[in-house]
C-alpha cells in the first residue's frame, strides 16, 4: 500500500508582533510541522542514469540548520497555524512543510517558500480589526442577529466558518476599526488585507479595497478573486487625502470600504477575514 500522501491548497502569512502567523489548508486531514532557515538553499547537480545513460543533468535542493516548528492545532486537521516569532528587522527566511497522516510518516513536501520580515521603526506593528459597521449591505454567515464586523474580526482566518457575502451584484461595506493604543506619534504605511474567495469558477468576481479618511474614500483598482481563499493587499504609503505620514489620529478616525462582487446568478464572493497592518 501507498503511504499517505497530502498536499497544499492555499497559504497565507499575517504580521504579528515580532513575526508571522503562517496558515497552511491542505486537501486532506495532516498533521505538519513548519521547517525554517536563515540560510539561502543552494542548488546542486547530481547525475541520474536514464535509460542507462548517465547524465548530470538533475538539480536537488539543500539546506542546513533547519529548525522545526509544529502546528498549533492538536492532531490531524486540514488548517495548520504555525506562530513564528523571533524575527528582526529586515530579516529573510525560508521554510517548507512536512509531516504525517495518521501518525505515519508522509513523503509529500512542499516547495521551498521565502518571507521577508519589514523593516520595523520604533513602536513595531500594529493590527487593526474591525470593531463595527458603518454600512453593511451584504449579507453574513452564520446569520445569528451579530454584527457583521464579528464576522470578520478574527484574529487567525476560519475559512467558510462565518464570513460576509456578496451576491451576484456589487455592494460595499464600511468598517471601523480598533483605536490605537499608546501615545500619538506617526506612522508608516497602512496595509489592507482581506481574506476571500469566490464560490464558482465560472463567476468573474472582484474585489476593491479603500481607505476612508475625512470622510473620503481613497480605492485602488479592482482585483479578481479566486475560488480558493487567498490574501490580497492594498497598501497606501502616506495618508492619501494629506500626502503626510499618517498620524494616531488618523488612524483612529480611518474606516476600510471594500466592494466585491460575484457576476453570476447563485454565486458569491466571500470574505472571511479583514484587517489593518501599520509599522
Not at 86 to 96: A, D, I, L, N
Amino acid at each position: 500500500m501507498a503511504a499517505p500522501r497530502w498536499f497544499p491548497l492555499a497559504i497565507s502569512q499575517n504580521l504579528i508582533p515580532s513575526g508571522y502567523e503562517v496558515v497552511l489548508t491542505t486537501n486532506v486531514a495532516c498533521h505538519l510541522w513548519l521547517y525554517w532557515t536563515d540560510k539561502e538553499p543552494w542548488v546542486h547537480r547530481t547525475t541520474s542514469t536514464r535509460r542507462g545513460l548517465a547524465a548530470p543533468w538533475e538539480a536537488y535542493w539543500c539546506g542546513v540548520v533547519w529548525t522545526l516548528i509544529p502546528q498549533e492545532e492538536a492532531g490531524d486537521t486540514t488548517t495548520h497555524t504555525f506562530i513564528w516569532t523571533g524575527w528582526v528587522s529586515c530579516q529573510t527566511k525560508y521554510f517548507r512543510f512536512h509531516g504525517t497522516i495518521g501518525g505515519a510518516a508522509s513523503p509529500s513536501d512542499t516547495a521551498i517558500f521565502k518571507l521577508h520580515f519589514p523593516y520595523l521603526p520604533k513602536g513595531g506593528i500594529e493590527l487593526l480589526y474591525p470593531n463595527a459597521d458603518l454600512y453593511a449591505p451584504a449579507g453574513c454567515f452564520p446569520d445569528l442577529g451579530e454584527e457583521h464586523w464579528e464576522d470578520l474580526d478574527d484574529r487567525s482566518p476560519d475559512e467558510d466558518a462565518s464570513y460576509v457575502f456578496w451576491p451576484n451584484l456589487s455592494l460595499e461595506e464600511i468598517y471601523g476599526l480598533t483605536d490605537l493604543p499608546g501615545p500619538p506619534r506617526t506612522y508608516g504605511s497602512v496595509i489592507v488585507t482581506a481574506r476571500c474567495r469566490k464560490t464558482s469558477p465560472w463567476a468573474a468576481s472582484f474585489l476593491r479595497l479603500a481607505v476612508e479618511t475625512y470622510e473620503n474614500p481613497y480605492y485602488h483598482n479592482y482585483q479578481l478573486i479566486t475560488v480558493i481563499y487567498a490574501d490580497y493587499t492594498d497598501t497606501w504609503p502616506v495618508n492619501p487625502a494629506t500626502g503626510n505620514p499618517w498620524t494616531s489620529m488618523e488612524l483612529d478616525a480611518l474606516r476600510v470600504r471594500i466592494n466585491m462582487s460575484s457576476e453570476l446568478t447563485g454565486t458569491q464572493a466571500r470574505c472571511t477575514q479583514l484587517f489593518i497592518t501599520v509599522t
